[in-house]
């Protein structure tokens, strides 16, 4: 683990074709990429304590899709997951998620997403970053994930089943992860649409205290092996679910898994 | 190869008229504006291509190749003009091009094409549809001659054309939508938002359009060199300085003190990126930008100083 590393350092080591202004052809910025991570890099080590097991699993180089579940009332597994890519990866290796719509339709939010190389979910990005060799990081669940409540928050909702297709089609390696302590930062109990709709979000989470500030819960990420499917992804519907059955509950396992490894929320 | 540049009084249709004259071909420009110094060997026919005496031109110079680049932008011409000039011109030009046994015509028109929005794609295909007409309707008439053109490849299988999608240039006629946008020290930018800018040097711009005319590519092609850059690094690469500026308030200054007269809806192109995917025209011509993103962006800074 490249501790002792500096943020700028594990950056500049990222294996993506900047070019001489520091800027590579998605829009990502290393200038951008070191303020994000270096805020990353605080929560992520001091105040979620994260600790990741079976970063091993993701290849050093080349295309992989990292699919996890969501935990918390937004996507706090999401940021740390990337953390974790950059901090415990050696090389280090920028995963990029699918971000929600609402992102880049609003003002700063739109920036930062796009220098920190986390673009709309598309399929359409979704491939294109496979088809370059990159990291691609994914939630099934969607938005629908993150809006579990505190009680719900070691089930999984449906998964949708594009991730499959979009891997046999893209011969892309998946690699599982189980998430907690999301749920434990942000204790959701009620999640409200109608003042989402307001400020052009999905909805806005609330927890026992009230705002949605995180608490500093310790959370646990556990990657599990390559799964890699054979097929084409023009496959019935039928045969894709069976697969999306098989990750899902293969991250139904590395959350029980991280689950008894984390012990307490605190 | 005897070829046509249509809208030939245009700064960049001049370097590609220039171009393939070097290349060994014939050139003959056309265009309503003049070209007061233009070169012996490239007669010019200052006509509208709107007007009779345009056709007498195709009748009897019998150009094998025909590249039209007499469409304006929303920044160049108002409402109905605009759009007679762009679609009775592309017309027009088809029309004459059929009946006097041209061979190939390229359409070249814009990336703008694909519009600006917050949930499309980053690299744009040749395959999508036009978006955010909605918002930005000035760009109608352009998304309409470059439909009409790309319905000339199944309307007229025996006319080869090539429809180019060229992405905003920069080079020292400091014409063009981006430059335009660069004119002045200060570059109004959306608080909050900073989209990606794909750009040519002026001469890559040329040499491509140039290109597609030799190589008779039958299609529609977006044509790009570099990787995009977003617009607050174009502005600092080029000595100008960033004003960012909430959305409203900067509407509100459109055309006034100094701020550059953009309609209502190229707000959403300075907000969003238009980047397009040029493999495929990679592929079918073999064309490779020279001039890289960082080095156009200091050979303009130095050609056009602010102080």
Not at chain 1, 33 to 45: D, G, H, N, W
Not at chain 1, 230 to 239: L, Y
Not at chain 2, 55 to 69: A, G, K, N, S
Request: aromatic letters at 8%.
């Amino acid at each position: 683990m490249a501790k002792d590393d500096s943020i700028r350092s594990l950056v500049d080591r990222l294996e993506l074709p900047f070019n001489e202004l520091g800027i590579d052809p998605y829009g990502i910025s290393k200038k951008h990429l070191v303020v994000f991570f270096t805020a990353l890099a605080f929560l992520y080590r001091n105040y979620f304590r994260v600790k990741a097991v079976g970063a091993h699993h993701v290849p050093g180089r080349g295309r992989a899709m990292l699919v996890g579940n969501h935990s918390g009332g937004y996507a706090i597994d999401g940021a740390m997951v990337i953390a974790s890519m950059l901090l415990e990866l050696d090389p280090p290796r920028l995963a990029q998620g699918m971000a929600e719509k609402f992102i880049n339709r609003l003002p700063v939010s739109s920036t930062w997403a796009s220098r920190c190389g986390q673009l709309t979910g598309l399929p359409e990005h979704a491939e294109r970053l496979l088809e370059d060799d990159r990291l691609l990081m994914v939630f099934p669940e969607g938005a629908r994930g993150t809006a579990k409540l505190y009680k719900e928050r070691y089930s999984l909702v449906d998964f949708g089943t594009g991730f499959v297709r979009l891997a046999l089609k893209t011969k892309t390696p998946i690699i599982p992860l189980g998430f907690v302590g999301g749920a434990d930062a942000v204790p959701t109990v009620y999640n409200s649409k109608t003042l989402g709709r307001l400020i052009g979000v999905p909805y806005v989470p609330f927890t026992p205290y009230g705002i949605a500030a995180p608490l500093p819960a310790r959370c646990e990420v556990h990657y599990g092996a390559p799964m890699v499917f054979e097929g084409t992804g023009d496959e019935e519907d039928v045969v894709i679910k069976g697969y999306v059955e098989q990750v899902k509950q293969r991250i139904a396992s590395l959350i029980e898994e991280a689950k008894s490894a984390r012990g307490g929320a605190l | 190869m005897k070829v046509l540049v249509v809208g030939v009084g245009g700064a960049l249709a001049r370097l590609v008229a220039l171009q393939l004259r070097d290349r060994g071909h014939t050139v003959i420009g056309l265009d309503r504006r003049p070209w007061w110094d233009h070169p012996r060997d490239i007669a010019v026919h200052e006509v509208d291509i709107r007007k009779r005496a345009a056709e007498d031109v195709f009748r009897t110079q019998r150009p094998d190749c025909v590249v039209h680049m007499a469409t304006v932008n929303a920044l160049s011409a108002a409402g109905e003009e605009r759009a007679r000039i762009n679609l009775g011109g592309t017309r027009a030009i088809f029309e004459h091009s059929v009946n006097h046994g041209v061979k190939h015509v390229v359409f070249v028109g814009r990336h703008t094409y694909y519009g600006a929005t917050a949930d499309s794609p980053l690299y744009h295909t040749e395959d999508e549809p036009p978006q955010g007409m909605g918002r930005y309707p000035e760009l109608a008439d352009l998304v309409a001659a470059d439909l009409y053109a790309a319905n000339m490849l199944w309307r007229e299988p025996k006319l080869t054309t090539t429809v180019l999608r060229l992405v905003y240039t920069l080079g020292p006629s400091r014409t063009g939508t981006l430059a335009s946008f660069l004119r002045g020290k200060r570059v109004p930018m959306v608080l909050g938002f900073d989209p990606l800018f794909q750009f040519l040097d002026e001469n890559d711009a040329a040499r491509a359009i140039s290109v597609a005319a030799e190589k008779t590519a039958r299609g529609i092609f977006n044509v790009a060199g570099p990787p995009p850059v977003p617009l607050s690094t174009i502005i600092r690469e080029t000595g100008r300085t960033a004003v960012p500026m909430p959305e409203p308030m900067l509407a509100a200054l459109l055309g006034r003190f100094g701020f550059p007269a953009l309609p209502r809806g190229a707000l959403e192109h300075i907000k969003y990126p238009i980047v397009v995917d040029a493999s495929a025209f990679k592929a079918a011509t073999g064309f490779v930008h020279e001039v890289g993103e960082v080095e156009a962006l200091r050979r303009y800074r130095r050609m056009t100083s602010v102080g």
